[in-house]
């Protein structure tokens, strides 16, 4: 999932720059009023968790990588805001200090994981939620990452820096990430399922639907 330098033309990687920074920043501002509470604790552990599952990666025909992303969970767990908040400290850090990802490219890899699989995570689970609780986070965990997928596959496809057309990268990303998104989506259920049931106090909108917040709005 994590795209290096080389592989996205520069106005491709500057796109995804400012609609990384554009987002960001208004998570920034969004997440002000929640910081401060019981979930700013929740925020560092979810994020360190979803570090060390990131790190775990393997090889897909095309030169990039499949891997745990979390996005969802954080999405779930922490609300939009402050998930991607979490998620955007995990995919710098990744570039910066273990090279996971190229310099160029960390607005793409971000609008990717920190953006994308974030908030569709977190709209999937919330508009299925009603029906299943734990099913909801698996569809979101899913859908989550196949989606970022198809975003990173559209990037590098479009790029003519890269040796593949978007013909080859999005079906390559997005069949690899949904076969993976089966794995990660039953990971995210099981982890949801048990915060749930051993701290149902940290879960957002856990006794009632209308407290499922921050409302998604920019």
Do not use: C
């Not at 990384?20 to 920034?28: C, K, R």
């Not at 979810?46 to 891997?67: D, E, K, R, Y």
């Not at 029906?131 to 997928?149: D, L, M, Q, Y």
């Not at 982890?191 to 917040?213: C, E, I």
């Amino acid at each position: 999932m994590h795209i290096p330098d080389g592989f996205l033309d520069l106005w491709v990687a500057g796109a995804f720059w400012l609609g990384s920074g554009v987002i960001i920043g208004i998570a920034v501002r969004r997440a002000k009023g929640e910081l401060g509470n019981e979930r700013t604790p929740l925020l560092g552990v979810v994020a360190a968790g979803i570090f060390a599952a990131q790190m775990l990666n393997w090889p897909i025909p095309g030169g990039t990588s499949a891997h745990f992303v979390g996005g969802a969970f954080a999405g779930i767990l922490l609300g939009p805001y402050l998930g991607v908040l979490a998620m955007t400290a995990v995919v710098t850090i990744q570039a910066l200090v273990f090279g996971d990802g190229g310099i160029v490219a960390l607005g793409g890899n971000l609008f990717a994981m920190a953006v994308v699989d974030v908030f569709v995570g977190y709209g999937l689970f919330r508009a299925s939620r009603r029906f299943h609780e734990t099913g909801a986070a698996f569809v979101a965990g899913w859908g989550a990452i196949t989606v970022s997928a198809l975003v990173v596959g559209l990037g590098v496809g479009l790029s003519s820096a890269f040796a593949y057309e978007v013909g080859v990268t999005v079906p390559i990303m997005v069949v690899g990430h949904a076969l993976l998104g089966l794995i990660e989506g039953a990971i995210t259920a099981a982890v949801y399922g048990y915060v749930a049931d051993a701290r149902p106090d940290l879960v957002l909108g856990r006794f009632s639907d209308d407290a499922l917040a921050p409302e998604v709005g920019l």
